[in-house]
């Protein structure tokens, strides 16, 4: 998707998406990095409704490393007896701090989703260009991992897009 109408604050916030998911290891830039990279923007519209309801770059993290847990858990996969064995086998720590994966991180389809869905948010309200409002407005209506963060920090989706509109009508 060409980033010709993304405001410069939504620009940074795929960056920084793009940098989450080589820090988590991810192959793909998913929903739920996007939401990240949007907390890394604290002079953002996203960022100060998100943090007026409380959840925080770091909070969003931890949530999203539990959430990748809890799916592994569902097929029957223990996450520590996993990292146990393979401590025995290679080493403590072995798993800890990967490197970051080199070179250009791609995006999800859901991820290539909220993207576009950002431009109709911001052609719904006339606007003339992508903020990262738009982004988290686009977001909570695809409805995946990001909105399922939101749900495990207690936020309701509903309100905080009523609060995200507001937030860009001033």
Do not use: N, W
């Amino acid at each position: 998707m060409p980033f010709q109408r993304f405001h410069q604050d939504a620009r940074q916030a795929v960056l920084h998406a793009q940098a989450a998911a080589r820090d988590l290891g991810a192959d793909q830039v998913g929903p739920e990095h996007l939401l990240l990279g949007l907390l890394d923007q604290p002079d953002g519209v996203a960022c100060a409704v998100l943090t007026r309801h409380g959840l925080t770059r770091l909070s969003a993290y931890q949530m999203i490393q539990g959430l990748d847990a809890e799916a592994l858990a569902a097929i029957g996969i223990d996450l520590a007896a996993v990292r146990d064995k393979l401590e025995a086998a290679f080493g403590a720590g072995v798993l800890d701090e990967p490197g970051p994966v080199r070179g250009r991180v791609g995006f999800s389809p859901a991820a290539k989703k909220v993207l576009e869905l950002s431009l109709r948010e911001a052609i719904h309200r006339k606007d003339d260009h992508i903020g990262d409002g738009h982004v988290l407005l686009a977001l909570i209506r695809e409805d995946g991992r990001a909105v399922e963060v939101l749900r495990a920090a207690r936020i309701d989706p509903a309100a905080l897009r009523d609060e995200v509109l507001t937030a860009l009508s001033r």
